[in-house]
């Protein structure tokens, strides 16, 4: 089924000139980049992207437990880490694509790599690319340096896309 997905390329990404190389992957597993922008990423924006909704706070929360980190609250933790993402994607310069393909969504996660660069599949983008893992951004107090946000259902994905791409 044709989908389109939302791609953040963030801070770290750009900073690293891994712009193209990034595009290049995702086309080359036959995505195609039908909207692109470079942006200073509003506040407004970004507090709607990483909301401060329970359910997903928790999640994030949880995904520090995945690593291997003690967390009494996974709640508290999920709020902690959404005030670094927010602080983080606003720092500096962002790319914001949409992709558009066969089961876009699941195709561009796979090309992507899981969330904690050190337990990516190698082939992927954070798995080849990446240099950070929760554990150590945890401990410095700050996000992971994961270079890109995916979308992660059809659902988010829309969501997103109309977040970043208004009509």
């Known amino acids: 089924m044709n989908q389109r ?19 290049k992957r995702y ?25 401060e909704d329970e359910e997903y706070l928790r999640a994030i929360g949880e995904k ?15 709020k902690m880490v959404v005030g670094w993402l927010r602080d983080f994607i606003t720092s500096g310069p ?9 089961d876009a ?3 561009a996660r796979k090309v992507t790599g899981y969330t904690d660069p050190q337990a990516a599949d190698k082939g992927s983008i954070r798995g080849d690319l990446g240099e950070d893992s929760i554990l150590k951004a945890n401990a410095e107090k700050r996000p992971v340096y994961n270079l890109i946000h ?8 829309e969501h997103e896309i109309s977040l970043w791409f208004p009509s």
């Open 94 to 102: 962002i790319v914001a694509m949409v992709l558009e393909g066969e």
């Open 150 to 157: 995916a979308s992660g259902t059809k659902e988010e994905a």
């Open 27 to 51: 086309e080359d597993a036959g995505l195609k980049v039908v909207e692109l922008q470079m942006l200073k990423a509003p506040m407004e924006i970004v507090s709607k992207h990483y909301p």
């Open 5 to 23: 997905t939302l791609i953040l390329l963030k801070p770290d990404a750009v900073k690293k000139n891994l712009v193209g190389e990034i595009i």
């Open 105 to 107: 969504v699941t195709l």
């Open 64 to 78: 520090s437990v995945q690593a291997g980190e003690k967390v009494d609250d996974t709640l508290a933790q999920g």
